[in-house]
């Protein structure tokens, strides 16, 4: 079945940064994008940003702009999304979801805790 | 940015009621406007894309509905695995916003 399994939960120090995987199976990884979302706890879901899997095309979130590195190896079917310079209010769930038509996220990994603390 | 506004924030609701949750565009986004269902301490689950397609698998109590700036999404008999945060989200442009979700817990 079509699943996406995220690596596991990571607690860094502010300035640091953070590596998440996600890992594909099930399906034809290049025929699709993957989207990465946030969410601080207690709070709403947060669009990060979108790459494809095809040719590597990213659109990131402004407000994440030059902390964010959204990538992909089609040789393992594993995206990945970097943030650098981590601050306390990086602290969330990341989520990688397979994107469909570059609209709709029609399958979600499970989700990484990511803690920023001193 | 598109801003998306959701109502009510939250609701409480009875086993079969009817509930129906509202989702707002700041600007026009035609039907580009997805439905996400969450539980606690678990990831979205898609409901609805395109306005008012159903995704596959997923139940027919379940409908959405709106074009433009205002959308809906309704429980026609609300069951207890429909008890849980909802998010409208719009892909018209980037970013792909979401709403602040509609929380839907036990009368």
């Known amino acids: 079945q079509v699943q996406l399994v995220q690596s596991g939960a990571e607690v860094k120090k502010p300035g640091a940064s953070v590596k998440v995987s996600c890992k594909a199976s099930?399906?034809?990884?290049?025929?699709?994008?993957i989207t990465w979302v946030r969410q601080a706890p207690g709070q709403g879901l947060e669009w990060m940003g979108w790459?494809?899997?095809?040719?590597?095309?990213?659109n990131y979130a402004q407000k994440l702009q030059g902390r964010v590195t959204m990538t992909t190896d089609t040789s393992t079917s594993t995206a990945y999304m970097e943030l650098r310079s981590l601050r306390s209010d990086d602290t969330a769930v990341y989520y990688c979801?397979?994107?469909?038509?570059?609209?709709?996220?029609?399958?979600w990994g499970q989700g990484t805790t990511v803690t920023v603390s001193s | 940015d598109i801003q998306m506004t959701q109502s009510p924030s939250s609701l409480s609701a009875s086993v079969g009621d009817r509930v129906t949750i509202t989702c707002q565009a700041s600007?026009?986004?035609?039907?580009?406007l997805n439905w996400y269902q969450q539980k606690p301490g678990k990831a979205p689950k898609l409901l609805i894309y395109?306005?008012?397609n159903l995704e596959t698998g997923v139940p027919s109590r379940f409908s959405g509905s709106g074009s433009g700036t205002d959308f809906t999404v309704t429980i026609s008999s609300l069951q207890p695995e429909d008890f849980a945060t909802y998010y409208c989200?719009?892909?018209?442009?980037?970013?792909?916003?979401f709403g602040p979700g509609t929380k839907v817990d036990i009368k």
């Open positions: 600007q026009d986004i035609s039907n580009y």
């Open positions: 395109d306005a008012s």
């Open positions: 979801a397979r994107d469909r038509d570059s609209s709709t996220s029609d399958v």
């Open positions: 099930g399906y034809t990884f290049s025929n699709y994008g």
């Open positions: 989200q719009q892909y018209d442009s980037l970013p792909r916003t």
């Open positions: 790459i494809s899997a095809y040719n590597g095309n990213t």
